[in-house]
């Protein structure tokens, strides 16, 4: 059944794509899988996405990670809804700002200090401010994708899963000025970033890190160094926790792996899908936001810490992330069984809340959308980094393993 009277799917999609360059103003979202991704999404309930043409899915798309408790879900609703009533933004700031602020600060264990703005990139462009400011240099080194708007850095990631190479030219539209000022650093490769150090002595302000998600244990080992030769270098350690916060651990990697940072941004995960972002850090070093200026007109915008603080209260009542590993081991478990039980040459790699959909082989492009075309025609909307939600039951796990397995029997065939 359709779920709006009007355009199906893809005809909406190829509206957009007239509209809108990639059709989407997130290139993540773009669709591509003609006919069997969903072209657009119109509604979404628990774990579950309807598409213009009423098709249902499973989803681990999770709005691409923000989405932690699910989709409409009760209690964050009904905390937006309730502050609705009262107001949005005002010319003054909101109690709710503080509330949140020392509910983060609680839970955080690099948080001493924390403030607000609406995007993760925003939020890293103001701890890369911050740090530049306080350490009197210029010179940022990045490891992973921060957003787009740090994406400087000849060679660097400029969209997740975009690979970047450490040489090349600036990316289009960034002066080269400016790009020569940031330095990209594949994961785990203490080899390049000592090679920064020692090329650039007393000039690195910085190193701002997101783990990799296929290997992100291997931040047992790489957090430590990174906080040692950083310490040793007289350069801020900045951690990206805007997927692996309240995912892996509430606190993210740093409570994950008991390396505290000097400055991080929460995103995603902290409001259910409400835009929010949260820069938080050592009182001192928040302090140089006296002279580093950042500020935003929606900074405190009431209706993302309200949810915030609802998706908190959750957290603090259930278990939320012991949830998303347990659930997430059962489901991917559950996946690399059917992908060698069908001779699928792929395998989910990484920590159970986000891990890695990985394609090894020289066809490894034309098995993945064999295999993401499958996952949609049984009704699974996947992408290559996948989440549980909260709203997963035990029951949802079940089904979805089981129209997984369907698809890689699809897929194989
Ligand atoms: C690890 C990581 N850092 C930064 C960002 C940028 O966040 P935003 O899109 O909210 O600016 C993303 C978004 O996908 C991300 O996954």
Known sequence: MKEIDGPGSWEIAESMERAIPWGSSTCSKKPRLFPDEPGAIVRGRGCRVWDAD????????????PVTLG???????????????????FGHPHPLEGEVAEMLIERIPGAEQARFLKTGGEALAACIRIARCVTGRDRVVQIG????LNALAAGGVTLPGREGGGV???????????????????????????AYFTAYPGEIAA????????????????YPALRERTERAGALLVLDEIVTGFRIAVGGVQERFGVVPDLSVFSKGIANGLPLSAYVGRRDVMGALDRAIVS????GETLSLAAARAVMRVYAERDVVAHLWRQGETLWGNLNRSFRA??????????WPCPALTFDGPDRAAVRERFLR????????????????FSHDDAAIAEASARLDAACRDAAA
């Open 71 to 89: 989709y409409a879900f009760p209690e964050v609703d009904a905390a937006v809804r309730a502050q609705l009533e009262t107001g949005v933004v």
């Open 168 to 194: 090349g030219s600036p990316p289009p539209g960034v002066p080269a000025a400016l790009s020569a000022l940031h330095h990209a650093c594949p994961w785990n490769d203490l080899e390049t970033l000592d």
């Open 342 to 351: 069908h001779g699928v040459n792929a395998e989910v790699r990484g920590f």
């Open 54 to 65: 009423g098709r249902e899915f499973i989803d681990f798309r999770n709005g691409l990670g």
């Open 374 to 389: 499958a996952a949609y025609r049984n009704g699974v909307s996947l992408y290559d980094v996948s989440y549980v939600n």
């Open 207 to 222: 190193v701002v890190v997101a783990a990799d998600y296929a290997t992100m244990a291997a931040g047992a080992t790489f």
């Open 296 to 299: 935003s007109t929606f900074g």
């Open 145 to 148: 994708y921060n957003g787009w």
